[in-house]
């Protein structure tokens, strides 16, 4: 239990180091797996699995779907990107797509969060409520 509980204290230390301007820096990244799997200190399989974790984590919650019944113009891309960035921060990877089955409005998904302003969401909630 001991080693476990170090090993993520150590992974999460590295995790603390890896960040650039509180943005994960991917050089940084792999130059720290680089050097753990070079030295190989005690448990550092375990540190190296909670890393990754720690980085999936990371990457989850900065990945941005935006999703339209209609393909967006570029301004209300930009605008979109605005307000996504005033509210999350920068280093958001965002990515716009279309979804014919929305009807109308637009469906955001960052991270966890979801802002469904669709029809097709409006349309279910009326339904359920008969």
Do not use: W
Not at 6 to 22: D, K, S, Y
Not at 50 to 70: C, F, I, T, W
Not at 96 to 124: H, P, Y
């Amino acid at each position: 239990m001991k080693i476990s509980k170090l090993a993520q204290r150590e992974a999460r230390q590295l995790f603390r180091t890896c960040h650039v301007n509180g943005l994960l820096d991917e050089s940084r990244v792999r130059q720290t797996v680089a050097l753990l799997v070079e030295k190989k200190p005690r448990s550092y399989v375990e540190i190296l699995t909670r890393l990754h974790r720690l980085v999936k984590l990371d990457l989850e919650q900065r990945a941005a779907r935006v999703e339209g019944a209609v393909p967006l113009s570029a301004d209300l891309q930009a605008e979109v990107a605005g307000r996504l960035e005033a509210i999350y921060g920068d280093g958001l990877d965002l990515t716009f797509a279309q979804n014919a089955s929305l009807i109308g409005g637009l469906r955001i998904q960052v991270g966890s969060d979801l802002f469904d302003g669709s029809v097709k969401m409006r349309l279910e909630k009326l339904e359920q409520s008969f």
